[in-house]
């Protein structure tokens, strides 16, 4: 089956995220949108953005501008492995803007995510997210930023239901050799900040990321 991917248009992204993505919701923020067609028909799309926090790669000692996360994935039916068709996104991130370092991705264990699409591409699992604030209007639950951005000035309105959203799997893909330091190893008695993963036996926790480089898996899908 012929897998294309290119730079589509916001309506064509904003289609796929409504029909496509569980959320149904666009994201407000600077965004890069890659289609994905099979055999010439539309799919979906690859979406990247600035992410739900400013401070999004600052723990990485990264600058706002050097880093992304990838805030959805809204596929239709298809016959390539997501994997293969988020690592072909992220070598055409890379080209177009030369100055990223680093991709976050977040998955979400309130939706039954564990993230599988980024251990199968050879992210790197890192713990979770601390669970920050969102907001119930008009029967719907929002994150964060996005009600913010749609409905600036009003969380604090009788009429909106603050909430704590859920801790979230976090995952990252470095994109230059540099960003791939090796990281400390764990000492005897360290406790991992996933509550209830198990690095040998996975299961419905994260596993161990793959090992994989980024070359290998862009260039072997």
């Not at 239901?161 to 994109?175: E, H, I, N, T, W």
């Not at 996975?202 to 899908?221: F, Q, W």
Request: charged share 25%.
């Amino acid at each position: 089956m012929n897998l294309r991917l290119d730079w589509c248009s916001h309506e064509a992204a904003k289609y796929a995220v409504e029909h496509w993505h569980y959320s149904r919701c666009m994201p407000k923020s600077k965004l890069a949108k890659i289609g994905v067609w099979e055999d010439e028909k539309f799919i979906g799309a690859v979406i990247f953005g600035v992410g739900a926090t400013s401070d999004l790669v600052k723990r990485y000692e990264l600058k706002s501008e050097q880093g992304c996360e990838l805030v959805r994935v809204a596929l239709t039916n298809h016959g390539n492995p997501v994997s293969r068709i988020n690592a072909l996104a992220l070598r055409m991130l890379k080209k177009e803007y030369q100055g990223l370092r680093l991709v976050v991705s977040f998955a979400d264990p309130e939706h039954s995510h564990v993230g599988g699409i980024y251990q199968a591409g050879g992210w790197i699992f890192t713990g979770m997210s601390q669970a920050s604030d969102e907001y119930i209007y008009r029967g719907k639950r929002w994150q964060g930023r996005s009600f913010r951005n749609n409905f600036k000035g009003m969380e604090h309105s009788p009429d909106v239901q603050v909430v704590k959203g859920s801790s979230k799997y976090r995952y990252l893909m470095p994109l230059d050799n540099e960003m791939r330091k090796p990281y400390p190893k764990r000492g005897t008695g360290e406790i991992d900040n996933a509550a209830g993963s198990n690095p040998q036996t996975g299961g419905a926790s994260p596993t161990v990321p793959l090992l994989l480089s980024y070359s290998e898996v862009t260039e072997n899908g």
